[in-house]
């Protein structure tokens, strides 16, 4: 069984539209994240959830709007979409809690996002 | 300014070489990990070390750890073929004894292992 799912694993669209992005984790962890891996290969955090509260909230514009409807899913919605929004997009999850050292994360397959 | 910067950007060995991957960091930290991606997928955790560690070993793995440096390396011995992909480092700030699990990744190295 995958233990970080998330879907679609290729998302193209148009400039201006609105999607989102689904993840999942079965491993009971706590804590989720989304990342942005851009061209480059660069990866940096957007946000992170602990048990469905918003703990992580880096500087990413107000077009995106994570939602946790419970402990097991994170999902990324994008509003508005720009041609710079173009990346592979990760969910991640950790089985810490806040107070907790992190310990591994475990990364989904990923998202690639195009935006034409 | 980034957290984890890594060197070489990339390497290209031969099978049953050595590789080594070093990263540097700027800020007191928890933890540093070592991811693996291959082409087009995720990342894999590889390892961890601790602050209070200064070597680990998993398998053919090395990592060091020096803080006074503010520096780590891992060391991949007696490279495969199918070792062949990029390597991150990632750092987990610390922060007073608060710790979100917030990583900070390098650029990572993309290491080529030529059969």
């Known amino acids: 069984d995958t233990a970080v799912s998330q879907t679609p694993k290729y998302l193209v669209t148009q400039m201006g539209n609105d999607k989102s992005i689904k993840c999942e984790q079965n491993l009971g962890h706590d804590t989720m994240y989304w990342y942005k891996q851009d061209s480059k290969k660069f990866l940096k955090i957007m946000f992170s959830y602990n048990n469905k509260e918003l703990i992580i909230n880096e500087t990413v514009p107000n077009r995106f709007s994570p939602k946790s409807p419970d402990k097991a899913h994170l999902n990324l919605h994008i509003n508005s979409l720009e041609l710079g929004d173009s990346a592979v997009y990760f969910c991640a999850s950790n089985p810490g809690g806040i107070l907790a050292s992190t310990d591994t994360q475990y990364f989904g397959p990923g998202t690639r996002l195009t935006v034409l | ?115």
């Open chain 2, 1 to 115: 300014s980034q957290q984890g910067e890594e060197d070489p950007q990339a390497l290209s060995i031969q099978e049953g070489e050595n590789a080594t991957m070093n990263c540097s960091y700027k800020t007191s930290i928890n933890n540093l990990q070592w991811y693996r991606q291959n082409s087009g997928r995720g990342l894999v955790h590889l390892i961890l070390i601790r602050s209070n560690e200064r070597e680990k070993h998993s398998g053919r793995l090395r990592v060091t750890l020096d803080t006074s440096k503010k520096s780590s390396s891992l060391l991949i011995t007696a490279s495969r073929a199918a070792d062949t992909a990029s390597y991150f480092c990632a750092t987990e700030a610390y922060a007073g004894g608060t710790s979100y699990g917030k990583l900070t990744f390098g650029q990572g190295t993309i290491l080529t292992v030529h059969p």
